[in-house]
């Protein structure tokens, strides 16, 4: 059971230091905002023996790849790869390329799969094909079960942003014919309208809602 993003944290760092070797693949599911890239943060920082480290949800980048591992002993020497694949419902053959899922888990690097059922297919293949060579790694699910979980650090980062686009609409603009206008003005047309609410959804995408809830996260071997 989680009830803040630091215990969520904390209980990523206890699975990779407890249960965690080279060549697994942990697929993470929960609704928006349940903790999945918290839970990963806490292991990728646990490996790497470096609790500041900065680990971003890769949502826009779509990977993020760390080390290698320092520790634990099972897990050292492994590279660490983060994914979200919730911008990619489905995966086409230069995703799968991309990625380098055979590489990776014939390397024995670890994976931390955010939405992971477009990938499950391809994982099932390649463990197929080659099961020799990934034997020693296997496929985790993590579920984190309800949603809206705090995230401290990103929680200050939207309130940057928030800081930011207060203090340029606070500013004066000198537009062609020298005439001066103050920030966005109250009689903006519907389109700014629609912009604005774009971006408000984009910051609760990136920060998580701000009211907290007792997650309780069930982690098992995958047998799909």
């Known amino acids: 059971m989680a009830r803040t993003a630091s215990e969520m944290e904390a209980l990523g760092a206890w699975f990779l230091r407890s249960q965690l070797r080279a060549g697994d693949v942990i697929l993470l599911e929960s609704e928006v905002g349940g903790g999945k890239s918290?839970?990963?943060?806490?292991?990728?920082?646990?490996?790497?023996?470096n609790e500041a480290l900065a680990v971003p949800s890769p949502t826009f980048l779509l990977e993020l790849i760390y080390g290698p591992a320092m520790e634990p002993k099972a897990c050292a020497g492994a590279l660490l790869r983060h994914y979200d694949l919730y911008r990619l419902p489905e995966i086409t053959v230069e995703d799968e390329q991309a990625f380098e899922w055979d590489v990776a888990l014939l390397r024995r690097d670890i994976c931390f799969i955010e939405w992971p059922e477009a990938v499950r297919p391809i994982l099932a293949r390649i463990r197929k094909q080659t099961p020799s060579e990934v034997a020693s790694g296997r496929v985790w699910k993590v579920q984190i079960a309800e949603a809206d979980i705090v995230d401290e650090e990103e929680e200050s980062a939207r309130g940057y942003l928030t800081e930011y686009r207060a203090f340029v609409q606070s500013q004066e603009h000198i537009e062609n014919d020298g005439s001066r206008i103050k920030g966005d003005d109250d009689d903006d047309d519907d389109d700014d309208d629609d912009d604005d609410d774009n971006d408000d959804n984009a910051d609760r995408c990136f920060a998580g809602e701000s009211e907290?809830?007792?997650?309780?996260?069930?982690?098992?071997?995958?047998?799909k």
């Open 38 to 49: 918290v839970f990963a943060r806490g292991a990728i920082r646990s490996a790497l023996s």
């Open 212 to 223: 907290s809830a007792s997650r309780l996260v069930t982690i098992s071997i995958d047998g």
